[in-house]
């Protein structure tokens, strides 16, 4: 199983504002494009994302916006808290990541996509990431929730491409193992 990681960046690193908010990922441009995300979203047959991920999505008051099953990890809710429309796309699981992300493995699932600052560095510390794409957005804004945090040794990654978009968006490639 090939577990993957898409996610955007401010030039500093940031993937929301101290306070959570991504207006400035939602508005950095005026672009149609994609960026390469239904591309990568062709290759994914499972979302495994945190519950502070879910519940910014419900937030936005739109309707679900995945094609693939969903699994929310969380330690704080269940499935009865999912809003009926959601019940069969969403499943929460409690579990290390390591632990899930095998049991999704047996269960015959072929590439998984991380969702979500804490879940993407629990895959890093605990070098289950296989393919990350970090798309850079050509904002600043000064400070912000990193999306990188502390991991017990160093993280060879090899670079695999970068593509230049031209609303600026910088995004690389890279493989983890």
């Not at 940031?14 to 400035?24: M, Y």
């Not at 699932?109 to 629990?122: E, F, H, M, P, S």
């Not at 040794?153 to 230049?164: I, W």
Request: charged share 20%.
């Amino acid at each position: 199983m090939k577990v993957k990681v898409f996610i955007a960046t401010s030039l500093e690193g940031f993937i929301a504002k101290k306070d959570g908010d991504i207006s400035w990922l939602t508005s950095a441009t005026d672009s149609t494009d994609d960026h390469g995300y239904s591309a990568f979203m062709s290759g994914i047959d499972l979302i495994l994302m945190g519950r502070a991920t879910l519940e910014k999505l419900l937030s936005f008051g739109i309707e679900w916006p995945y094609p693939v099953k969903t699994v929310v990890l969380s330690h704080q809710l269940s499935s009865a808290d999912l809003p009926p429309e959601l019940q069969d796309k969403v499943e929460i699981r409690q579990g290390a990541i390591a632990d899930i992300l095998h049991q999704l493995k047996q269960q015959g699932y072929k590439a998984v996509y991380l969702d979500g600052g804490n879940i993407i560095q629990q895959g890093l510390r605990h070098q289950l990431v296989d393919e990350l794409t970090l798309t850079r957005i050509p904002v600043l804004i000064g400070e912000g929730i990193p999306l990188f945090g502390a991991l017990p040794a160093d993280l060879k990654l090899q670079h695999l491409e970068t593509r230049v978009y031209q609303s600026g968006f910088v995004q690389s490639r890279y493989s983890c193992k």
